[in-house]
Antibody, heavy 121, light 110 residues
Framework: QVHLQESGPELVKASETLSLICTVS????????GSWIRQSPGQGLEWIGY???????LYNSALKSRVTMSVDTSKNQFSLNLFSVTAADTAVYYC???????????????WGQGTTVTVYS | QSVLTQPPAASGTPGQRVTLSCSGS????????VNWYQHLPGTAPKLLIY???QRPSGVPDRFSGSKSGTSGSLAISGLQSEDEADYYC???????????FGTGTKVTVL
């Protein structure tokens, strides 16, 4: 059974970079996309973007200027960097996997448990 | 601000049927597929429905999805206490070139 686990610092200072890693176990990142999604306190889910195992990326236009994603197939991991964070970036961050069917028709079928990141000043 | 609109709350008694709506536009639901997720606080969201009306393995057939025009629906029949959760619709938006989630509906079992 495929399992995803997010890891990274729980506290990030304002104006610095939020960096998270998603480790995939019980399966491979190969041939799949990895998405990052977040949920701010009291808010709904927000898709941040995705990365394909070959390195192709697509980011939410609202965050595009501050986001980069990468993948390490040898470690079965994909990662998120969010630059110049503010209090508005405080959220639970999830990673999730989906297949290569266009327009994410099949949805995000495996999710990590999520990790809470708080931005402080 | 989400481009998919859901009623904030819905409720029912055990055994009842509840239907949740998701209103979008021609750039998202109108031309792409609707997915539905169940989210219990503190846990990972769970894919309930994909491709408008398909259930992943392990999802009870009490959950069913449909799509008509620019709206999607999720029906929960035989409502159970463990169905109390937040439910989100989602779809690809061609105009935004992004995957968008609905505003979410909190389902309460009375």
């Amino acid at each position: 059974q495929v399992h995803l686990q997010e890891s990274g610092p729980e506290l990030v200072k304002a104006s610095e970079t939020l960096s998270l890693i998603c480790t995939v176990s019980g399966g491979s990142v190969n041939y799949y996309y990895g998405s990052w999604i977040r949920q701010s306190p009291g808010q709904g889910l927000e898709w941040i973007g995705y990365i394909f195992y070959l390195g192709n990326t697509l980011y939410n236009s609202a965050l595009k200027s501050r986001v980069t994603m990468s993948v390490d197939t040898s470690k079965n991991q994909f990662s998120l960097n969010l630059f110049s964070v503010t209090a508005a970036d405080t959220a639970v961050y999830y990673c999730a996997r989906h297949d290569a069917i266009p327009v994410m028709e099949h949805g995000l079928d495996v999710w990590g448990q999520g990790t809470t990141v708080t931005v402080y000043s | 601000q989400s481009v998919l609109t859901q009623p904030p709350a819905a409720s029912g008694t055990p055994g009842q049927r509840v239907t949740l709506s998701c209103s979008g536009s021609s750039s998202n639901i109108g031309r792409n597929y609707v997915n539905w997720y169940q989210h219990l606080p503190g846990t990972a969201p769970k894919l309930l429905i994909y491709s408008n009306n398909q259930r992943p393995s392990g999802v009870p057939d009490r959950f069913s999805g449909s799509k008509s025009g620019t709206s999607g629906s999720l029906a929960i029949s035989g409502l159970q206490s463990e169905d109390e959760a937040d439910y989100y619709c989602a779809a690809w938006d061609d105009g935004l070139n992004s995957y968008v989630f609905g505003t979410g509906t909190k389902v309460t079992v009375l």
